[in-house]
């Protein structure tokens, strides 16, 4: 198989023809249709995270069809929709995961980090992990995207508690897609880009934003609640400072940036500040719920498998509006 591979962090990556993967006890193998790309695939390339199990096929936002079945394999079949997300395993048995919060798992196997992902034709995965896609979502490529900045970018909103007023900062995948559910509930959501980024801030109206500008600017009123998609650390004290009373600032990322010193002050009025660690087999099955009863629309641009260094390179530049998709 055709697979783009990670020998070092910080190099591109390699196209290379792989054997074909075969699932093994509990797993599935998929044929790839689409993968979407994430900043986290950004992080793993860039040597930003740390440990990766190289050499790596990163990738995991993974929609496809499976081909072959493992032993002890009953729930799912050949012919299956499916799509694999960012966790690929977790023990069972630590205390995280028998308090039904195996995203914070002291075991954990992540997709397209500690284990192959879905830059590939073929990807296997383990079967309990693999959330099969209900046929009243859309095209491959359009739902891939779901399987990490839409199950991310929800959980990260419910973290948020229910605010009327919610700030986005970072308008990329993730918040392109919770725009559309936090709309969806009637909030009023304000959207902060880079600044001077008058493009994504013309999209995030186009999606119902009330607000859009620059993370250098200040919003009308103050802020309910604030989601942090961008890595960058100094726009923590930038969100609290336009955060209401009691209210509840998440950060959403696997990486960030170092927070700078702030005042006091600012978290002062029982504001919070909390982060969203990876997601639970749960989040999967709630948000494709969720997204073959209220559709959600999302903006793809495809790009060819072997220009996966291509896809990287215009998320790293700010380059697109929604999600980049790795078509094999």
């Not at 296997?124 to 046929?135: E, H």
Request: aromatic share 4%; net charge neutral; hydrophobic share 45%.
């Amino acid at each position: 198989m055709l697979a783009m591979v990670l020998d070092r962090p910080g190099e591109p990556l390699r196209p290379r023809e792989l054997p074909d993967p075969e699932p093994g006890p509990g797993e599935v193998r998929l044929r790839v249709s689409a993968c979407a790309v994430c900043r986290t695939d950004l992080h793993v390339v860039d040597g930003e995270l740390p440990d990766p199990a190289l050499p790596l096929v990163p990738g995991h936002q993974i929609v496809g069809t499976i081909d072959r079945i493992g032993p002890g394999v009953d729930h799912l079949a050949p012919g299956d929709r499916v799509g694999v997300p960012w966790l690929a395993r977790s023990c069972g048995s630590c205390r995280f995961c028998r308090s039904d919060r195996e995203n914070l798992c002291d075991q954990p196997l992540f997709t397209g980090y500690t284990r192959d992902g879905g830059f590939a034709e073929l990807a296997v995965a383990d079967a309990r992990f693999t959330l099969p896609l209900p046929g009243a979502i859309g095209d491959d490529a359009s739902a891939a995207p779901l399987l990490c900045a839409g199950l991310i970018g929800a959980r990260a909103l419910r973290a948020a508690g229910d605010g009327r007023r919610l700030g986005l900062w970072g308008f990329g995948a993730a918040a392109h897609i919770v725009i559309q559910i936090a709309v969806g509930q009637g909030r009023e959501v304000h959207a902060f880009t880079r600044p001077g980024d008058t493009r994504s801030q013309a999209f995030a109206r186009e999606l119902g934003a009330a607000w859009a500008g620059g993370s250098d600017q200040r919003p009308p009123t103050p802020l309910d609640a604030s989601i942090l998609f961008a890595p960058v650390g100094a726009l923590v004290p930038a969100a609290l400072a336009c955060a209401n009373k009691g209210t509840r600032v998440v950060c959403a990322g696997i990486h960030m940036t170092d927070i700078p010193s702030f005042p006091y002050a600012l978290l002062w009025g029982e504001r919070e500040l909390v982060s969203v660690a990876n997601l639970t087999r749960r989040d999967g099955a709630e948000l494709l719920a969720l997204a073959a009863r209220a559709p959600i629309h999302t903006r793809v641009t495809r790009y060819p498998l072997a220009e996966a260094s291509r896809a990287l390179a215009d998320l790293r530049a700010g380059a697109l509006d929604g999600a980049a998709v790795l078509i094999p």
